[in-house]
């Protein structure tokens, strides 16, 4: 079974950053596409990036790219997600997820393994 909890969340003014993490347990981390999700209030959950094995593949939402950054320690079986220039639309629950499958890095039904989720909030 595996387990995944995430941190880094909080509340911050837009244009900051946040980082969070996503520490992995259970199953073979570097052997899983692994991804963000978020939820804002009363929107459905959406996909904001996802990482392959290799950590050479990155996907992103275009809402977000050149603003977030994913990443990956193997070794540390640890998932990040850098969060840079944040707006006030980029407030919901982070979700971080473990997608056994070999595609769908983009696709919420993929994913079998998820955190419990933190709060990141951007005022303006």
């Known amino acids: 079974q595996v387990q995944l909890v995430e941190s880094g969340g909080g509340l911050v003014q837009a244009g900051d950053s946040l980082r969070l993490s996503c520490a992995a347990s259970?199953?073979?981390?570097?052997?899983?596409?692994m991804g963000w999700f978020r939820q804002a209030p009363g929107k459905e959950r959406e996909f904001v990036a996802a990482i392959a094995r290799s950590v050479l593949s990155t996907y992103y939402a275009d809402s977000v790219k050149g603003r977030f950054t994913i990443s990956r320690d193997n070794a540390k079986n640890t998932l990040y997600l850098q969060m840079n220039s944040l707006k006030p639309e980029d407030t919901a629950v982070y979700y971080c997820a473990a997608n056994p499958r070999g595609g769908g890095a983009k696709v919420v039904g993929m994913y079998d393994y998820w955190g419990q989720g933190t709060q990141g909030t951007v005022s303006s």
């Open positions: 259970g199953r073979t981390f570097n052997t899983y596409i």
